[in-house]
Structure formats: structure tokens, C-alpha cells
């Protein structure tokens, strides 16, 4: 997307992001169901926070989302490459 490259499965620190971007320190996160889990919600939590100490923002949508709205997922992440882009 826009000439950035995104891994799939990347490991960074204790855990493996879904997608990520080194040169945009993004890191994108599609949720099932069992993330909707108090437990895996709170891993979830622990594992932004952990991103975020390491200056890595991350963009979480569902599978839901993922699968149902595709055009706004990528608006969502477009705009973050363009705010990116800007500074």
C-alpha cells in the first residue's frame, strides 16, 4: 500500500503481530471472535501497550470488519500512511 511493504507474522519483542510496517512503526491487528474474551482481551491490551512503549502504533479491527467493510479498513489505514507522510 503506497509503496510500503507489510510482513505478515512478524515478531517484535515477546509477540507476533499480524501485519507490520518498520519504515511506518505500524503494526495492524485483525481480531476473531475470541478476542471479544476477557482474558485474550486483556492480552490484547498488554500487547499494545508493549508496541506502544516500543514507538509502534497499532490499528485493530475485527474480522467482521475485515471481511465485511474492507473499503473502511483501508481508508482507516490510508489515512494513517498519509497523517504519517505529512510529518
Not at 505478515?8 to 491487528?29: G, S, T, W, Y
Amino acid at each position: 500500500m503506497y509503496g510500503y511493504d507489510f510482513h505478515r507474522q512478524k515478531p517484535i519483542d515477546e509477540f507476533i503481530v499480524d501485519f507490520f510496517c518498520n519504515k511506518l512503526q505500524l503494526a495492524i491487528e485483525v481480531d476473531g471472535y475470541s478476542h471479544e474474551i476477557l482474558e485474550v482481551w486483556k492480552k490484547d491490551v498488554k500487547k499494545t501497550r508493549r508496541l506502544n512503549e516500543l514507538n509502534i502504533n497499532v490499528l485493530r479491527f475485527s474480522d467482521y470488519q475485515v471481511m465485511n467493510d474492507i473499503e473502511n479498513v483501508l481508508l482507516v489505514i490510508e489515512d494513517y500512511i498519509l497523517r504519517y507522510e505529512e510529518n
